[in-house]
């Protein structure tokens, strides 16, 4: 009988737990055994390994974070910390494991299949939205529909106060979440960290909204952008003469329940990650392009970068004017 081992990785994000009930069913179904790694790599190296059944996932598909629980691993990156890894998996019979996480998970685990010949599942499972191989990833919108409810309070309280408000978004290298908040939240702009606005034009569009009874403006700014956002308040109310306030929403974008566009690319993709083990599949990343949810070779994508959006970042300033 197949044995499984599925863990999440890195930063969590809203539809992780949809991922692992799906891939837990799934492979029940498909009369293999799953088990749960707790606290990511940690875990992996701890040997923390849970056997998992249908009961074990019920009632989380709608809850955030992730009941694994997760972990940023530094013992992973070491020579000692990988091979204790996969001896654990050696310990369990396990050849299959499924990682839900990021960038950096991901590279962990292409590293853990080049190493020690165990056959990696990548699923996509980051608010950051930063695999270039994948249009979307699990959490991005449920992170981008946190930060819209946000801008819509802070507008109503920056409007009443005649403010500009720089609100600062999760995104270290990254700047989806700015940008996209940006577009449909109406902000004035969204920055990012590809690349730097001149401060200049930042403070032109808000006097001239004020010029036109603009009654506040908005500003979006990615963690990674290259001014820190206190600096940018700073400049803006100097260069303005106006009051400018800051709003970090740091890991508020992180929790919540997850969408119905979170849960379905999470069940997708779990259900997905468990056919491609039964089929003898090896060394996968899951994505999804246009729609369709598909199957890349682990390294590949991962060398894939993310193509930026100028035509969004435009978009931003000229629907904004
Ligand atoms: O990787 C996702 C992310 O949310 C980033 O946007 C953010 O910079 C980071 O995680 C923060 O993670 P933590 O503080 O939990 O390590």
């Known amino acids: ?21 799906a891939a837990t069913r ?3 179904y498909y009369d293999m055994e799953i088990y749960g790694i707790h606290r990511g790599f ?5 040997g923390e390994f849970e056997k998992l059944d249908r009961r074990s996932v019920a ?11 997760t972990a940023r691993s530094d013992r992973f990156m070491t020579p000692e910390g990988l091979e204790r890894a996969a001896r654990n998996l050696e310990t369990f019979k396990i050849n299959d494991l499924i990682i839900i996480g990021g960038n950096g998970s991901l590279t962990g685990g292409l590293m853990l299949s080049q190493k020690y010949d165990i056959n990696v599942i990548g699923i996509p499972g980051t608010i950051d939205n930063d695999l270039g191989y994948t249009d979307s990833t699990i959490g991005f919108d449920t992170a981008l529909n946190t930060v819209l409810d946000a801008i819509t309070r802070v507008r109503d309280t920056s409007s009443a106060h005649e403010r500009t408000t720089v609100i600062e978004v999760m995104g270290r290298h990254c700047g989806d979440i700015a940008l996209y908040a940006g577009i449909t939240g109406g902000a004035e702009y969204s920055l990012v960290p590809e690349f730097e606005t001149d401060i200049n034009d930042i403070c ?7 010029q036109v009874g603009k009654l506040h403006s908005i500003i979006i700014t990615a963690e990674g952008y290259p001014v820190s956002s206190s600096d940018l308040v700073k400049q803006i109310a100097d260069k303005t003469g106006r009051e400018v306030k800051l709003v970090v929403l740091s890991y508020v974008q992180r929790g919540g329940s997850p969408t119905y566009r979170d849960r379905m690319l999470a069940t997708e993709c ?9 089929d003898g599949e090896r060394n996968k990343a899951i994505g999804e392009k246009n729609g369709e949810i598909m199957a890349f070779d682990l390294e590949e994508a991962l060398t894939e970068r993310r193509e930026f959006r100028y035509d969004i970042y435009k ?4 629907l904004s004017k």
């Open 42 to 46: 940690e875990g992996l190296i701890d």
């Open 26 to 28: 799934y492979a029940i």
């Open 204 to 210: 032109q569009k808000i006097l001239e909204g004020v």
């Open 1 to 21: 009988m197949k044995r499984i081992g599925i863990l999440t990785s890195g930063g969590d994000s809203p539809g992780m737990n949809a991922a692992l009930r």
């Open 315 to 318: 978009a931003v300033d000229i």
């Open 270 to 278: 779990g259900v997905k990650a468990v056919e491609l083990i039964r």
């Open 59 to 69: 009632d989380i598909m709608q809850r955030g974070g992730t009941t694994l629980r």
